[in-house]
C-alpha cells in the first residue's frame, strides 16, 4: 500500500519543483555579478524583441528564461552560456523576463520591457 503512494507524490514533488515562481530581484533590472541578460527591440517590428544572455564560467551553464513572474512561462532553455532567442509578436511594456539556473531555480538575471517599449507602436 505505502509503495503505491509513494510514487504518485514523488511524481507531484518533481512537478512542483520544476515550477517554481522565480524570486523576486532586488531591482530591475537586475544581474548577477558578470551576468549579461538584455532584451532588445527587432528594427522594425516593436511586438517582437531579441532576448540575450551571458553567463559567466563560475556560474551555471544551464539556464533557462522564464516571462511573466505570475504565469512562470518558460521561454526558452539552453545548456550554453551565452545565446540568444527572439520571441513572437508578444512584447509589451512591463513583461518580466527572468534568467534562472535551471537546477536550483535561483535568478541570475530579470529585466522588462519599459513602459516605453516602442513608443506607443506595440501591438501594431
Known amino acids: 500500500m505505502t509503495s503505491k503512494l509513494i510514487i504518485p507524490a514523488c511524481m507531484v514533488l518533481a512537478t512542483v519543483a520544476c515550477h517554481r515562481t522565480p524570486q523576486v530581484p532586488p531591482s530591475m533590472p537586475y544581474a548577477a555579478p558578470g551576468v549579461q541578460f538584455s532584451l532588445a527591440p527587432i528594427p522594425g517590428d516593436c511586438s517582437r524583441a ?28 539552453s545548456n550554453d552560456r551565452k545565446g540568444h532567442e527572439d520571441t513572437g509578436p508578444w512584447i509589451r ?7 534562472l539556473d535551471r537546477r536550483s531555480g535561483d535568478v541570475l538575471a530579470a529585466t522588462q520591457a519599459s513602459s516605453a517599449y516602442c513608443a506607443g507602436k506595440a501591438g501594431r
Not at 64 to 71: G, L
Not at 93 to 99: A, C, D, M, R, S
Request: no cysteine; proline share 9%.
Open 50 to 77: 531579441t532576448v540575450s544572455w551571458d553567463v559567466p564560467g563560475q556560474l551555471p551553464e544551464k539556464i533557462e528564461v522564464q516571462i511573466d513572474r505570475t504565469a512562470r512561462t518558460v521561454f526558452t532553455r
Open 93 to 99: 511594456p512591463g513583461l518580466e523576463f527572468y534568467l
